[in-house]
């Protein structure tokens, strides 16, 4: 399956990695390309993730990082909405 980003989750890749390179630099690489390699899983592994509280997304937890992906199967694709840190206010879609 292709992946394929939200606007939404482009603008948080960029603020998750200003933020790591503002705070953790030599971190910011190693963090970045876990949440790219569990992101390419996905187009393997598209049920890897449980279902979250929102009808038709599914939440992927990083493993040894406080983040998560949320996204959605389409037919042809895996669509990333948001990904957020855990933290914060869970995600929820706009209505």
């Known amino acids: 399956m292709r992946i394929r980003y939200s606007t939404r989750a482009l603008a948080d890749l960029e603020d998750i990695l200003a933020f790591l390179h503002s705070r953790h630099s030599q971190a910011a690489a190693a963090i970045m390309a876990t949440i790219e390699d569990r992101i390419a899983l996905l187009a393997a592994f ?4 449980p279902e979250a509280d ?3 997304v599914r939440e992927l937890s990083l493993v040894r990082y406080p983040y998560k992906i949320y996204y959605e199967i389409l037919e042809d694709e895996i669509r990333v909405l948001h990904i957020g840190h855990t933290r914060r206010r869970p995600w929820r879609r706009s209505s």
């Not at 598209?46 to 993730?49: E, G, Q, R, V, Y």
């Open 46 to 49: 598209p049920l890897l993730a």
């Open 54 to 56: 929102e009808p038709g």
